[in-house]
């Protein structure tokens, strides 16, 4: 599994395209070959790459949905929306489909952000925004998502 690390600014020209950071490109070298998927992001608007072997490992799991089960298949379906194979080229550049970008809203100025084995792929000021919104209650949330009783890590 890839992990990735740090947030990285960078300009989209006015076919969508984006020059990958060369720090970021780096981090990707092991998976460039393989391609990516990119997707609309499920809680927030904005994109979501994926090394293709972890949207394998994914594919995997929804693979195993029962789809005779109707909430399954609108998840699969609505999950599924918009996905899209893409490559970045000999230039570094990553082209994002003009449906993608009317979804997140990327205008000129995108930040890359990492989200441990995925990147996402953020307008500008949708990704401030959605930062400085989850600035107030991060604490508390950290506490639900991370935290442990002290006996529950097996060192007491």
Do not use: H
Request: with cysteine; net charge negative.
């Amino acid at each position: 599994m890839n992990s990735f690390i740090g947030t990285y600014e960078c300009k989209a020209d006015a076919k969508g395209r984006l020059m990958i950071p060369a720090v970021l490109k780096k981090q990707l070298s092991s998976t460039l070959q393989d391609g990516f998927v990119l997707k609309r992001a499920v809680f927030q608007p904005c994109l979501e790459l994926y090394p293709m072997q972890e949207w394998n490992v994914l594919m995997a799991k929804v693979n195993k949905l029962n789809r005779f089960k109707k909430k399954n298949n609108d998840f699969i379906r609505r999950f599924t929306a918009g996905v899209k194979m893409v490559e970045v080229d000999n230039a570094g550049r990553l082209l994002i489909p003009r449906d993608l970008i009317n979804f997140s809203g990327i205008t000129k100025q995108v930040v890359l952000a990492s989200a441990v084995n995925i990147i996402e792929i953020w307008d500008k000021d949708k990704y401030e925004a959605a930062i400085d919104d989850a600035t107030s209650d991060f604490a508390d949330l950290a506490e639900e998502v991370m935290g442990q009783d002290d006996n529950d890590d097996g060192l007491s």
